[in-house]
């Protein structure tokens, strides 16, 4: 088995075809909804052809860990494979039985895993599975445990209900966005779980003093609460970390898995990719949850690349409403219109493909149905991208950001080589009254890097720092204190002087 190629680069993030899952659905005795299993997978080749059976040679031993969801929903962890919290397809399991159907390498690819699922003796609500596992290249076996829940003080497992509507395509789904809720241990005036149904869940029951709280949303493609995204091998773990830094500070966090992602990638259609419109209205959602809840002292949204369009476009929606929060902060964003990102990228192309794009950007705008793109244009304007890139060239974020009633705070590391100074400074220039700060060797996903090797290692290695300017410079917004001295002031381009 070959590991996936490493991609880091931020377009991607954006611009590469989402994988294809589906679910499966099955009654079941077993409560397994929100349990993880841990354990291995022995794999061996198949032999060719000429050969029979499997053979020794190449055999690997994997680490797995599964994280089942509901009937039919399952996330999966291989970190051989640099793949975490993968989607898997056909997840189903009964009191005897427990099977999926894992897709990450392609069509034709597909790994089947089938077991047999028996009760713990002696432990309440455990189970261990062991089974075979087949595909066209591969055979094997694998064994896995359910993992104890472990009581973390002041993390508790919040779900916002966010509404279904309808679109160009037709009807989004509605549901719950799974997340974290992160609260100062020092905040809290009993354990945080007496009364509570399962340990980990926020209810009414917990009893703490009213903290600031910061809702993190997370940045393009289908990237979870905690950064990662399971398209792009490896993890960055950057909103996790951050969230754990706030709460040292005294800082409440709030951090959901967006559809497409996480948890929460089954209220995302197979094949389809959600749309920023519907990202903004699922934000919305989420803020005003917390907004109108009356526990918090204040709510910063902060929000990281284009997690920061998506909270602009939700704070605007709120206060139409009359919901407002206090204040949003904005974490190496692009001002660049994406309809300029789009012509700036087609300029490269043949007149004749050039043609080809506007014809089918036309069409999209109008909500029409097109022909088939050709090779070169098929990934970017595939029909079930077309709502996706109606509401990304619809997207201004620099309009957006102007138009938010609340308090706009800039930030951006001086390592960041995705967006450059030119495109960030048009937010600036959207609200030339906002503080603009810079933190050094900051990189775009938010980790402190000291060389070019680094800054795309730190993509998909979790193990670089948040950097503590970072840290403190949120800690004062959301408790309205002094900056810090570590906080340096962003210098625009038009304010420096050459070098003598």
Not at 281 to 303: I, M, Y
Not at 305 to 314: F, H, I, K, L, S
Not at 426 to 435: F, G, I, N, S, V
Request: proline share 6%; hydrophobic share 40%; glycine share 8%.
């Amino acid at each position: 088995m070959n590991r996936r190629p490493l991609s880091v680069f931020f377009w991607l993030l954006v611009f590469i075809p989402r994988l294809c899952f589906g679910a499966g659905l099955s009654v079941t005795s077993v409560a397994l909804a929100n349990t993880e299993m841990a354990g291995t997978a022995t794999l061996k080749p198949v032999r060719s052809a000429s050969g029979s059976g499997a053979t020794d040679a190449g055999a690997l031993t994997l680490s797995l860990r599964l994280r089942l969801v509901d009937q039919g929903k399952a996330l999966i962890d291989i970190p051989e494979q640099s793949l975490f919290g993968y989607p898997l397809a056909k997840m189903e399991w009964t009191d005897k039985d427990l099977s999926f159907e894992l897709d990450a390498w392609g069509p034709g690819q597909e790994m089947r895993f089938r077991g047999v699922l028996n009760a713990l003796s002696g432990q309440s609500g455990a189970y261990a599975a062991t089974g075979m596992i087949s595909s066209k290249d591969w055979q094997g076996s694998f064994s896995v445990v359910s993992q104890p829940r472990l009581k973390s003080p002041g993390i508790f497992g919040l779900a916002v209900q966010v509404q279904g509507g309808e679109v160009q395509g037709g009807e989004v789904q509605g549901g719950e966005l799974p997340g974290t809720l992160v609260l100062p241990e020092t905040s809290i005036k009993s354990d945080g779980t007496q009364g509570t149904a399962q340990v980990g869940e926020f209810t009414s029951a917990v009893d703490f003093f009213p903290v600031p709280l910061v809702i993190l949303l997370s940045g393009a493609g289908p990237t979870d609460r905690d950064g990662n995204n399971f398209s792009v091998p490896g993890q960055t773990d950057t909103l996790r970390q951050l969230s754990q830094k706030l709460e040292e500070k005294g800082v409440a966090t709030y951090r959901y898995d967006k559809r497409g992602s996480g948890e929460a990638y089954w209220l995302e259609k197979p094949d389809q990719v959600t749309s920023i419109a519907i990202h903004a209205q699922d934000a919305a959602e989420v803020v005003r949850h917390f907004c109108t809840s009356g526990l918090f002292s204040r709510v910063l949204v902060a929000g990281m690349n284009e997690g920061a369009w998506v909270g602009a476009m939700a704070l605007n929606k709120l206060q139409a409403e009359g919901v407002l929060a206090d204040g949003l902060v904005v974490l190496d964003a692009s001002g660049e219109d994406p309809e300029d990102q789009l012509a700036s990228s087609l300029r490269t192309l043949s007149p004749e493909v050039q043609a080809e794009a506007e014809r089918i950007r036309a069409a999209i705008e109008k909500g029409e149905p097109y022909a088939q793109p050709s090779a070169q244009l098929a990934a970017f304007f595939a029909p079930t991208r077309s709502e996706w890139v109606a509401a990304w060239l619809a997207c201004h974020p620099a309009q957006e950001i102007a138009s938010v009633s609340a308090p706009v705070f800039f930030v951006r590391g001086d390592a960041d080589l995705q967006v450059s100074r030119e495109s960030f400074e048009k937010l600036l220039a959207a609200r030339p009254d906002a503080a603009a700060f810079s933190i050094p060797s900051m990189n775009y996903v938010l980790k402190l890097v000291k060389s070019n090797e680094e800054n795309y290692d730190a993509f998909v290695n979790p193990s670089y720092e948040i950097p503590e300017a970072l840290v403190d410079l949120v800690e004062a917004l959301a408790k309205v204190k002094s900056l810090p001295e570590t906080i340096s002031p962003y210098l625009r381009l038009s304010d420096e002087r050459p070098a003598p």
